[in-house]
């Protein structure tokens, strides 16, 4: 089992920055790639960004992609996902997640393990 405690997040006002943060803890060697999604009130799940847990490899989406930066330290079993230029529709409650097996990021159905959930709320 691999647990995930987040921390981070809150409130900002556009244009302004947040970094979110996932503590793993347990049996984190057999982490292949940690990612970030986030749920919008009345919107699915949708994937944020990703990256290996071994490996050089980031993968975001692309109405995050130059604004936020996924990144970790394997020694701390820590991912971060430092966020810029917020705009209001990134508000939402933002989930960190793992899996076992490597392949497909964006998809959280094939993800193993969920963080609790921060709120992310973006003001104009």
């Known amino acids: 089992q691999v647990q995930l405690v987040q921390s981070g997040g809150g409130w900002v006002q556009a244009g302004g920055s947040l970094r979110l943060t996932c503590a793993a803890s347990g049996r984190t060697f057999s982490i292949s790639t940690m990612g970030w999604f986030r749920q919008a009130p009345g919107k699915e799940r949708e994937f944020v960004a990703a990256?290996?847990?071994?490996?050089?490899?980031?993968y975001y989406a692309d109405s995050v992609k130059g604004r936020f930066t996924i990144s970790r330290d394997n020694a701390k079993n820590t991912v971060y996902l430092q966020m810029n230029s917020l705009k209001p529709e990134d508000t939402a409650v933002y989930y960190c997640a793992a899996r076992r097996i490597s392949g497909s990021y964006a998809y959280a159905n094939d993800y193993d393990y969920w963080g609790q959930g921060t709120q992310v709320t973006v003001s104009s």
């Open positions: 990256i290996s847990w071994y490996a050089d490899s980031t």
